[in-house]
């Protein structure tokens, strides 16, 4: 440090601010009157807003690159799982309540709450595309959310100013994240409120004292996904043992989940008549543990791949300097794994269920690598050990996104978009021939029937009771895809269109369906129509062989990186 009249050089006093705020010498060097932990930390939060301006231009060119033309329209389309929820919410903003088909009370989604936001704006009275545009930039600032509850959770855990910088810089630029956040679904806004409520456990853990703010954060999450419970039962337990007064906070806050969970069910029985969600019966019975096991594994091995450099960081942690709250960041998101490893995963690679509890894990990476510098590397010099920590964090940066590579650094489009596209055009061909009241069979459950407004039938079984409790196809190994039962949705509800091709040897299909062709956007589009109706015109008949030709053509076109 250079000295100038007995005074600390503005770089020095950064460099203090950074690194040695909320450490041991923390307090000697508050006497000198030259640094406060308060002032240090501002710092940190100059820091995030640089991350969350990045995070906002990324964000724009993201939603850019999701959205597509077709016949000279442009489309913004959501995750279609994010689709099936939009059919609910606009339902509900029609008065028909939280439906997938008016008149239909099936529970096909799990994401209450973040269903009725997404109802909420649709009272804005704007076309779906632009509804699903609304969506996509509500996650702009939900993911600033989750970047100040990174830096929270950093502070609660008494990291350093340079490691906290570390951790919002991991989170903010977590791919997965951004991309299941800003194409609609509610993990990002899950993601924001468990972390929320992990930083105020933190709290309560160091002070030896109970706390009642854990539990209003994890209220409205389990609103968003029950299947957060796990976590804050964890919660529960690890901050009741750890505290050592006013521990009825805790019992207090537990009974405020308790009793919002028993309202949500109390509600739930009142409107659809079960206790549980229909996607409950659908990826959680019918098929057995054993047969989930290898499916789950596999998707826990992009897990490992995603975060096992994170991981190995924050073990330094536990092997050099172990704190209690540790424990808990750790177990939430050891929680979040043993439960994807228990449903089977996920049918995408892209942690979905495991990204809730990611900022405890990044927290702990970030503080592995300030570890590393001061045990491991023989540097004093600031300008030294900000290097080292630019470039560790760089290096878990490459990591953690690294299998998503081409999607992160726009050179491919972001997964599903071309799915979106073809969903799009299946739309505009359903349009061109048939009438407004045809019936439309999907596997895709979320854009046709939202974009259309159509009666449809869910060949999958997220909005058929029926099927959600049928035995699972244990050859197909994605939960939530492996139920069908293609007879009785032909039979039962007389589809005038079927969207997809089966391999199938059911007799009545081939009996009462042909297949057709219609062109859009100078594309061949095919499915199958019921014979003879009267709700069909207009549309060209062609045989089978052809039919699988363009069918399959069409699927190729999905990942097309147009």
């Not at 010498?25 to 990045?54: C, H, M, P, Q």
């Not at 706390?211 to 690890?238: N, T, Y």
């Amino acid at each position: 440090m250079h000295e100038s009249g007995g005074a600390l050089s503005a770089m020095d006093v950064g460099a203090h601010s950074l690194f040695y705020a909320h450490s041991e010498s923390a307090e000697s060097v508050n006497k000198t009157g030259l640094i406060t932990s308060l002032r240090s930390y501002r710092l940190v939060w100059r820091f995030v807003l640089i991350i969350a301006i990045l995070q906002t231009l990324y964000a724009i060119g993201f939603i850019a690159r999701t959205s597509f033309v077709v016949e000279g329209q442009r489309y913004f389309c959501l995750f279609d799982d994010a689709m099936i929820s939009m059919q609910y919410a606009a339902n509900w903003a029609q008065g028909h309540g939280f439906v997938w088909n008016a008149g239909e009370r099936v529970e096909g989604y799990t994401n209450f709450a973040w269903t009725a936001i997404m109802g909420l704006c649709h009272l804005l009275g704007l076309s779906p595309s632009n509804t699903c545009l609304v969506v996509q930039l509500l996650g702009i600032p939900i993911l600033w959310a989750c970047l100040v509850g990174t830096v929270l959770l950093a502070r609660s855990c008494r990291l350093f100013p340079v490691a906290a910088c570390c951790a919002a810089a991991l989170m903010g630029t977590s791919y997965t994240l951004i991309f299941f956040t800003l194409f609609g679904m509610e993990t990002g806004l899950l993601t924001a409120l468990v972390t929320f409520a992990l930083a105020e456990s933190v709290k309560a853990i160091r002070k030896r004292k109970g706390r009642l703010l854990p539990f209003l954060w994890f209220a409205p999450a389990v609103l968003v996904r029950i299947d957060i419970l796990p976590i804050i039962l964890f919660a529960f337990v690890f901050l009741y043992i750890s505290v050592r007064k006013e521990r009825w906070r805790l019992i207090a806050g537990l009974l405020v989940v308790v009793l919002v969970l028993s309202a949500h069910f109390l509600w739930r029985h009142h409107f659809y008549g079960q206790w549980l969600p229909n996607t409950y019966y659908l990826k959680a019975t019918g098929w057995p543990l054993v047969d989930r096991i290898i499916p789950g594994l596999k998707h826990t091995a992009w897990t490992a791949a995603t975060f096992g450099f994170p991981f190995l960081l924050a073990i330094v942690v536990l092997l050099f300097d172990t704190k209690r709250w540790h424990f808990l960041l750790f177990g939430s998101f050891a929680i979040l794994v043993a439960y994807q490893l228990y449903i089977g995963g996920d049918a995408w690679p892209l942690n979905r269920f495991v990204l809730p509890a990611s900022a405890g894990i990044l927290v702990l990476a970030a503080e592995g690598i300030h570890c590393i510098i001061r045990l491991f590397i023989n540097c004093k010099k600031s300008s030294s050990i900000m290097a080292y920590c630019i470039v560790l964090t760089g290096l878990c940066v490459i990591a953690i996104n690294a299998i998503h590579w081409d999607h992160w650094l726009f050179l491919a489009r972001p997964q599903t978009t071309g799915v979106n596209r073809i969903n799009i055009r299946y739309l505009l061909a359903v349009e061109r021939v048939a009438e407004p009241d045809a019936s439309v069979a999907v596997i895709s459950a979320g854009s046709l029937p939202y974009f259309s407004q159509r009666l449809c039938v869910d060949l999958l079984g997220k909005c058929d009771p029926y099927i959600a409790r049928l035995p699972a196809n244990t050859t197909i190994p994605w939960a939530g895809h492996n139920k069908s039962d293609l007879k009785y949705s032909v039979t039962k509800y007389k589809p005038d269109i079927i969207m997809s091709m089966f391999k199938t040897n059911v007799i009545v299909f081939f009996q009462e369906y042909k297949p057709v062709v219609v062109e859009v956007d100078g594309v061949e589009v095919t499915f199958c129509v019921r014979r003879n109706s009267s709700k069909i015109k207009g549309c060209k008949t062609i045989d089978w062989q052809a039919f699988k030709r363009i069918f399959m053509k069409t699927w190729r076109e999905r990942n097309t990186n147009f």
